[in-house]
């Protein structure tokens, strides 16, 4: 399977600002996924994002809150604006290989004070 | 609505056999997959049935029943490391996987 990195792994933010968290994989990929993973809880999916077009999104998540760009088949960045303590979560990324498989990033671990 | 339901905890003992089940409702069907979770790390990938039937891979195999809507995650000859979460996820129509909250499993010796 494809190798996913993420950037930051973690971070400490305080109210107010944003985040961005980068995703890299070794592989051009068609489909790339922003999860998140809040404390305890399963994954949600926050939105697909497409190569070269606007990212679709899950509902109760908004580009406003969550603008991801996608500007090719190996790279993708979720950020996580105007951050409040409730945005305290992992966020992972993943992408679909064979078998419509999807594979997870190592994961971002954001603590928002 | 979209829902997946699986037990909240699990226990069992070093080599013993252990059955997750997953009962899952959605607007539509193209896949379920298992994931294993250990803590503070990211889900690894153990399983994918679309067909129903038994999926076996070494110690694990993983079992749908489409009709029923109900998949099982059998873990045979059980050992500590295999401590962990265990997420049922299904895959509806389109490309997204609605994930269930999870199986805690502990294994003792």
């Known amino acids: 399977s494809a190798v996913i990195s993420q950037k930051p792994s973690r971070d400490i933010c305080q109210r107010g600002t944003s985040l961005t968290i980068q995703c890299q994989v070794d592989?051009?990929?068609?489909?790339m996924f922003w999860y998140r993973q809040q404390p305890g809880q399963s994954l949600t999916l926050i939105a697909t994002a497409n190569q070269g077009s606007e990212a679709t999104y899950e509902s109760g998540f908004v580009i406003d809150k969550f603008p991801i760009s996608r500007p090719n088949l190996t790279f993708s960045t979720l950020t996580v604006s105007n951050m409040s303590p409730e945005d305290s979560s992992i966020y992972l990324c993943?992408?679909?290989?064979?078998?419509?498989?999807?594979?997870f990033g190592p994961g971002t671990r954001l603590l928002v004070l | 609505g979209q829902n997946i339901d699986q037990p909240t905890e699990m226990t069992a003992t070093e080599g013993a056999i252990v059955q997750i089940n997953c009962t899952y409702q959605?607007?539509?069907?193209?896949?379920l997959f298992w994931y294993q979770q250990h803590a503070g790390e990211a889900p690894t990938f153990l399983s994918y049935n679309v067909l129903d039937g038994l999926e076996e891979k070494g110690r694990f195999s993983s079992f749908l029943s489409r009709s029923k809507g109900y998949s099982y995650l059998l873990l045979k000859e059980l050992q500590m490391k295999d401590s962990a979460s265990y997420l049922c996820a299904v895959r509806d129509r389109g490309t997204a996987l609605i994930f269930g909250k999870g199986t805690t499993l502990s294994v003792s010796s």
């Open positions: 592989s051009q990929v068609t489909m």
């Open positions: 959605t607007s539509g069907f193209n896949g």
């Open positions: 993943s992408v679909e290989e064979q078998q419509e498989t999807q594979y």
